[in-house]
């Protein structure tokens, strides 16, 4: 150590100042159930005193904070779930805060009680609750989460905050770029029914295309994979639609690749609108026109509805987020 530099303190100087042992404070630290009151203030005057902090376990137990967000999703791969959950963890670091994270597995109504009752035993400060299913927000309403959440869903449904992407207006957005080069005859490929997300861009495009007088021609399901939208896509193929709108850009790479197999340009016979703005939508074979999703914004304006729920400073927040539009070579006059 340089001449005149001060040594930083150690849990063995807390320990001196506060008259415990160094192993009283580490159970502190580790938010023991076990420490009397009284030695728990002495504790943490002492390390006000000392300005210790070596790590995050110290700067909780000050704040009387875990510095922790708990993050509830569901299973799986799909880029757009994946995508926010990275949105979320990089917030949070960002604010300070780790992760806490774990899947309802099932995506049952007993897997989310699970996953709340597990999170809150981690003593996080706060819930992220990312899920697709209408029956877990209703569900999620009548648990007792005690902390404040957010919910990353379009409804808000459950009881606490939400914030999303405006999955309705993402879809008459579509509509509109459709409509505004011509196309009269509009298909749609959407995702499961079940789905928060593929209901409300299901809504948005049935909704703009009543309102600008088009024909919707049909309407078909698919489960938002590549191969749903290649097995399915002889079928909205002929429902003889100049413009389709698919529910994400997986199924629409498939929907592209059933064009190829049907002997079909796109766009010079059948143009075609995504959902998400994968990063390989701009090197489809034809590169796709798409609505982007702006997980990032997600992810700090979730950040930003705790934070201030946590210093007392928001009232319930219900945030939409709009998307983006991208056009590509995908959409072009009928």
């Known amino acids: 150590m340089a001449s005149g530099e001060r040594r930083r303190p150690n849990i063995r100087d807390v320990a001196a100042v506060a008259g415990v042992s160094y192993q009283t404070v580490s159970r502190a630290l580790n938010r023991h159930p076990n420490i009397r009151p009284e030695t728990l203030a002495r504790i943490e005057a002492a390390i006000v005193e000392l300005g210790y902090r070596p790590n995050a376990a110290a700067r909780a137990l000050v704040r009387r904070s875990s510095q922790t967000i708990g993050l509830l999703t569901l299973p799986t791969t799909h880029y757009g779930p994946q995508a926010q959950q990275i949105a979320i963890e990089m917030a949070a670091r960002d604010a300070g805060y780790r992760i806490a994270l774990t899947n309802a ?61 405006d999955q309705r207006l993402g879809a008459r957005m579509a509509i509109d770029h459709l409509a505004s080069l011509g196309h009269r005859r509009i298909a749609q490929l959407c995702g499961p029914s079940g789905s928060i997300d593929a209901t409300a861009r299901t809504s948005g495009t049935e909704e703009r295309i009543a309102e600008l007088g088009l024909e919707l021609v049909g309407t078909v399901e698919g489960d938002w994979t590549p191969d749903s939208g290649h097995a399915v896509g002889a079928r909205v193929l002929a429902l003889g639609a100049t413009g389709i709108v698919v529910g994400n850009d997986q199924m629409a790479l498939g929907l592209m690749h059933a064009c190829r197999d049907a002997g079909l340009d796109v766009p010079g016979d059948v143009s075609i609108v995504g959902f998400d703005d994968v990063p390989e939508a701009a090197h489809f074979p034809t ?36 998307p983006v539009l991208v056009t590509r070579a995908s959409v072009a006059r009928p």
Not at 107 to 131: H, M, N, P, Q
Not at 144 to 165: D, F, K, N, Q
């Open 287 to 322: 590169p796709l026109t798409t609505v982007r999703q702006e997980f990032e914004q997600v992810g700090a304006a979730a950040m930003r509805v705790l934070l201030d729920d946590l210093e007392g400073r928001a009232g319930l927040v219900h945030l939409r987020i709009p």
């Open 105 to 165: 597995a099932t995506g049952s109504v007993e897997d989310l009680a699970a996953g709340v009752t597990f999170l809150r035993e981690t003593s996080v400060d706060a819930l992220v609750v990312s899920v697709a299913e209408t029956a877990m927000l209703e569900a999620l309403a009548q648990l007792r989460v005690e902390v404040p959440y957010v919910t990353l869903e379009p409804t808000g449904l459950a009881s606490g905050h939400s914030v999303a992407i």
